[in-house]
């Protein structure tokens, strides 16, 4: 039998951990034959709401699911495991950018960050999705310098689910034949969802969809304020598809990516395309199943590095506001 692999979820008893947890459990992440162990944080308000998330779990009678572990205490909470999916946090309202958010959340990333390196396993991954989330991944990394830089991860593949959707809707195609869609930078407004790079059918997306105004007039807005969309239109942020994106990202951690594909996913910058070392950065990446490259090499049209730029940008100005949180205050 496979050894259990051990999944810390914060923010479990939270909208996107509702929609999360039950997959998990079922094996839509692990797979069939790995048992799981779920170590769900909470803050104090809301462990009676999360005691009811564990007996809903229980009464699912899922196989895979060896043990729950529910709890308030980080060092508790992180014992051991082999992910941590930081949830927990604030989201946004209506008029607010997620950056509004750094003031409220990006306290919360600092001692998780320690807890991760002082207790999880020697093989830990950690994917944020409490936002802002690159910069609370940054936050949380660098406080936790013993975990491996390429075991970080900050979640984009919301974004590029968004953005494969839009191109296949308007080429009226099946979304499998969309590849290659890169988001560059940060989980923000000034995200670049790239189209340049898109090949839908094996051609590039340009070619494909005749309309060279609906790439910069439609398509790139449309994918940068679908969070305001979904929260202006569901009086909530996203959840079941933001739960399904965090699936998504972590398979395509421990997933070989397809040869003509690649993926979505916020990583530590080593200076790739001239982005600043230590930042969390949407890059087009690939797995080999163990560790995530970013892909190279590409080349990057003048259109592209200017909305590169000012996503970089922002990124260094979040960086900024958040300096009592790092390690040397
Ligand atoms: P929610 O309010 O429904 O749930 C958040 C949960 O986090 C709550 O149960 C709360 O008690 C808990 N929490 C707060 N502080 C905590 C802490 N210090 N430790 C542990 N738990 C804590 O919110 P949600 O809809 O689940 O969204 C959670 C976060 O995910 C928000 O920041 C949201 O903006 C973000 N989000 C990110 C993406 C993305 O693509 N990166 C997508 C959707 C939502
Ligand atoms: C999203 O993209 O849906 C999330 O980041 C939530 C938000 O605040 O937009």
């Keep these: 039998m496979t050894t259990p692999v051990r999944v810390a979820v914060t923010g479990a008893a939270g909208q996107i951990a509702y929609s999360l947890l039950f997959r998990l ?38 196989p895979l699911l060896r043990r729950m572990e529910l709890t308030t205490d980080l060092a508790r ?71 491996p830089a390429e075991r970080w991860f900050s979640m984009t593949r919301l974004d590029q689910n968004r953005a494969r959707t839009q191109l296949a809707q308007r080429a009226g195609v099946a979304l499998d034949e969309v590849r290659t869609v890169a988001i560059w930078g940060n989980h923000s407004a000034t995200q670049v969802p790239d189209y340049w790079h898109a090949r839908i059918g094996g051609k590039p997306a340009t070619e494909v969809i005749d309309d060279a105004a609906w790439f910069d007039e439609h398509f790139i807005p449309t994918v940068q304020q679908r969070g305001a969309a979904i929260i202006k239109a569901r009086g909530a942020s996203s959840a079941a598809s933001a739960a399904n994106a965090v699936i998504d990202s972590v398979r395509s951690v421990i997933h070989p990516s397809a040869a003509d594909d690649w993926e979505a996913l916020g990583v530590v910058s080593a200076g790739e395309y001239g982005i600043p070392e230590g930042l969390f950065f949407g890059f ?21 590095a200017a909305r590169i730029a000012v996503t970089r940008d922002e990124l260094i100005a979040e960086r900024a506001e958040i300096g009592d949180l790092l390690p040397s205050h």
């Design 77 to 147: 909470g992180f014992d051991g495991v082999n992910w941590a999916l930081l949830i927990g946090s604030v989201p946004r309202k209506a008029g607010m950018e997620r950056r509004d958010l750094l003031g409220v959340n990006g306290a919360i990333f600092r001692p998780q960050g320690r807890a991760l390196a002082e207790h999880a396993a020697s093989d830990v991954r950690v994917l944020v999705v409490g936002n802002p989330c690159n910069t609370n991944a940054l936050i949380a990394r660098e406080n936790a310098r013993e975990i």
């Design 25 to 62: 459990a079922a094996g839509d992440v692990f797979g069939p034959e790995t048992p799981i162990e779920l170590s769900l944080i909470e803050i104090e308000p809301a462990m009676a709401a999360l005691e009811g998330v564990a007996m809903e779990l229980d009464d699912c009678a899922f």
């Design 284 to 304: 087009p990446v690939r797995s080999d199943g163990e560790r995530v490259h970013v892909v190279e090499g590409l080349d990057v049209p003048e259109p592209l």
